[in-house]
């Protein structure tokens, strides 16, 4: 290993443990940087070395179109999730269940599940359809969207809800608020450093074992969370309700992603982690 020299891992976790090939990295870096205090204190389990919680950063532009839409549009939910990177830890047949209860058969709305890489599970496709069973209010956009398109797809939606089962950071819910658009989210794991009831509508939950058919996730020795589909549902009637309690929330989180983890936040922590870190003179 290379003598005076500061390195720095930097790892993103979705449980509250982390797999033993992992822990056995960690005696190869001097510190390690992670986006969120649940990811930190996963890594603090197993090691002395210094944990520095460093959040990804997100742009903010705000809201680019009034709460509630265009008059006579649809109610507009987003899901956004990666079938590669855990169908059952994203959890979207919970999201269209609570969508489902949250509108019965109201015509005023709709859920778009934003999806990709539907080879690494095709068989999470199937549990989609089965779970939308028809419903034409509810489609399944299954394609890579690049940065322009996917600000956009998320900037024309009224409200984002992903009811994970975990999430390092949460990455999908900081940039729909960066655009000012509230989420409903379980209120659980790495997104709790940035949601609270002021600024999205935190959905309550339960803890279970963490099973994955895909295999990524799956430790039953740990435990992973359930979100309420019932709860959720009412946190999204409500949103529809009332387009002011959604303008309000939009800012909020607008102005919490700013702070929290906007690029110049970004930038900020940054400059202080490495120009204050201890001086290194061991080896590794």
């Known amino acids: ?45 197993h090691t002395d070395r210094p944990v520095r919680i460093v959040a990804h950063p997100v742009a903010a532009p705000g809201r680019t179109r009034p709460a509630g839409g265009q008059a006579g549009a649809p109610f507009t939910v987003l899901t956004p999730f990666n079938m590669a990177s855990g169908f059952t830890r994203k959890n979207p047949v919970a999201a269209v269940q609570a969508f489902k209860l949250a509108f019965g058969g109201v015509a005023g709305a709709r859920l778009i599940l934003k999806t990709h890489h539907v080879s690494a599970y095709p068989a999470g496709r199937g549990q989609l359809v089965e779970a939308i069973d028809g419903d034409p209010r509810v489609s399944i ?27 390092g950071f949460g990455l999908p819910l900081a940039e729909a608020m960066g ?55 009412r946190q999204l009637s409500l949103l529809a309700e009332s387009p002011d309690a959604c303008a309000r929330m939009g800012t909020a989180a ?3 992603i700013r702070r929290f983890c906007s690029a110049e936040a970004y930038a900020g922590t940054l400059r202080t982690l490495l120009l204050t870190g201890a001086e290194v003179g061991a080896e590794v």
């Open 1 to 45: 290993m290379v003598k005076a020299k500061r390195i720095i891992g930097y790892f993103a976790w979705e449980l509250p443990d982390l797999p033993a090939d992992w822990i056995a990295a960690l005696s190869h870096v001097h510190e390690i940087w992670v986006p969120s205090r649940f990811t930190a204190d996963a890594f603090r389990r």
């Open 141 to 167: 956009l299954d394609s890579t969207l690049d940065r322009t398109e996917l600000d956009a797809l998320i900037a024309g939606s009224d409200a984002v809800m992903l009811l994970h089962r975990s999430e």
């Open 179 to 233: 655009h000012g658009v509230p989420v409903v989210a379980t209120n659980w794991s790495g997104n709790t450093d940035f949601m609270d009831f002021e600024n999205s509508r935190p959905v309550s939950y339960w803890l279970v074992p963490a099973r994955d058919p895909q295999g990524s996730y799956h430790y039953a020795d740990q435990l992973w969370a359930e979100a309420s589909v019932e709860h959720a549902a």
């Open 254 to 256: 607008t102005a919490t």
